[in-house]
C-alpha cells in the first residue's frame, strides 16, 4: 500500500530582499562594510508576484533559525501598495539628543535578492526562499543564517492570546478584527494564510528543521 502525500499548494511567489539596518551612531563616524555586531533591525522585504503589495518583516534576533527545532519570532511590520510605503523610513537620518550629542542612523543595507514562496503542505505551511544575488560579504550571510536556500515552517500567533513573555507591546492585540480572531478558534497558533500575512503587527514563529515541502513548489532561481 502507498502512502498517501499529503496535499500542496502554493500559496504565493515573488521576490524577497534581505535588509538590515546598522545601529546608530555618533553623526561623523565613518560608514563601515555591514557587520553582524552592528545590525540593529533584520528585515525581510517580500514583493508577490502579480499583486502590487509588499510587506516589510522584522525578525526578532537579528538573524533566521537553524538547526534542528530552532524557532525566531517575527512580526509583520509593515504592508503596503508602493516601496516607499513600506521602506520608506529605513533610509539614513540624523538627530541630536541631550546627552550623547549629534546622532545618525545610517541608511537599510541590502544583504540579498532572491525568490520565495508560502506553500501550504497539509496541516502546516512553509516559508522556503531561494537567493540568487548575495550583496553582502559571505561571513555576514553566515552570521545572519542567510543561506542559498532554506525552508521554515512558519505559524501565526492569536493576537487575542496572552502575550509571551519579553514580547514588545504589540499593534495587533485584543482588539483585533472578528475574523482575524476567528481564524484561531482558541488555538495560540494558526498556519500563516495570506490574509493573515497582510495584517499589519502580527506576530510569526519560522521554525526550523522540517523540510518536506515537495521541491517543485520551492521558488527557483531567475
Given at each position: 500500500?502507498?502512502?498517501?502525500?499529503?496535499?500542496?499548494?502554493?500559496?504565493?511567489?515573488?521576490?524577497?530582499?534581505?535588509?538590515?539596518?546598522?545601529?546608530?551612531?555618533?553623526?561623523?563616524?565613518?560608514?563601515?562594510?555591514?557587520?553582524?555586531?552592528?545590525?540593529?533591525?533584520?528585515?525581510?522585504?517580500?514583493?508577490?508576484?502579480?499583486?502590487?503589495?509588499?510587506?516589510?518583516?522584522?525578525?526578532?534576533?537579528?538573524?533566521?533559525?537553524?538547526?534542528?527545532?530552532?524557532?525566531?519570532?517575527?512580526?509583520?511590520?509593515?504592508?503596503g501598495d508602493s516601496i516607499e510605503e513600506?521602506?520608506?523610513?529605513?533610509?539614513?537620518?540624523?538627530?541630536?539628543?541631550?546627552?550623547?550629542?549629534?546622532?545618525?542612523?545610517?541608511?537599510?543595507?541590502?544583504?540579498?535578492?532572491?525568490?520565495?514562496?508560502?506553500?501550504?503542505?497539509?496541516?502546516?505551511?512553509?516559508f522556503t526562499y531561494r537567493v540568487h544575488?548575495?550583496?553582502?560579504?559571505?561571513?555576514?550571510?553566515?552570521?545572519?543564517?542567510?543561506?542559498?536556500?532554506?525552508?521554515?515552517?512558519?505559524?501565526?500567533?492569536?493576537?487575542?492570546?496572552?502575550?509571551?513573555?519579553?514580547?514588545?507591546?504589540?499593534?495587533?492585540?485584543?482588539?483585533?478584527?472578528?475574523?482575524?480572531?476567528?481564524?484561531f478558534g482558541k488555538n495560540r497558533f494558526?498556519?500563516?494564510?495570506?490574509?493573515?500575512?497582510?495584517?499589519?503587527?502580527?506576530?510569526?514563529?519560522?521554525?526550523?528543521?522540517?523540510?518536506?515541502?515537495?521541491?517543485?513548489?520551492?521558488?527557483?532561481?531567475?
Open positions: 500500500m502507498t502512502e498517501e502525500r499529503a496535499p500542496v499548494e502554493v500559496l504565493e511567489q515573488g521576490e524577497i530582499a534581505f535588509l538590515a539596518t546598522p545601529r546608530v551612531r555618533p553623526r561623523n563616524a565613518r560608514t563601515e562594510p555591514p557587520h553582524p555586531r552592528e545590525v540593529q533591525h533584520f528585515y525581510l522585504l517580500l514583493s508577490p508576484h502579480g499583486k502590487p503589495l509588499y510587506r516589510r518583516v522584522r525578525v526578532g534576533r537579528n538573524r533566521l533559525p537553524e538547526g534542528a527545532r530552532q524557532r525566531f519570532w517575527a512580526c509583520v511590520d509593515r504592508v513600506v521602506a520608506g523610513d529605513l533610509g539614513e537620518h540624523e538627530y541630536d539628543t541631550k546627552t550623547r550629542g549629534p546622532r545618525r542612523q545610517p541608511p537599510a543595507r541590502a544583504l540579498a535578492e532572491g525568490t520565495y514562496a508560502l506553500v501550504r503542505h497539509g496541516d502546516h505551511v512553509h544575488d548575495p550583496c553582502a560579504p559571505p561571513e555576514v550571510l553566515r552570521a545572519l543564517r542567510i543561506e542559498r536556500h532554506a525552508d521554515y515552517v512558519v505559524a501565526a500567533f492569536n493576537p487575542a492570546a496572552p502575550p509571551r513573555l519579553g514580547a514588545p507591546d504589540r499593534r495587533l492585540d485584543e482588539d483585533a478584527p472578528d475574523w482575524i480572531v476567528a481564524k494558526a498556519p500563516l494564510d495570506l490574509d493573515l500575512f497582510d495584517a499589519r503587527g502580527l506576530e510569526i514563529v519560522l521554525m526550523s528543521g522540517r523540510h518536506d515541502v515537495p521541491a517543485e513548489s520551492a521558488p527557483r532561481s531567475p
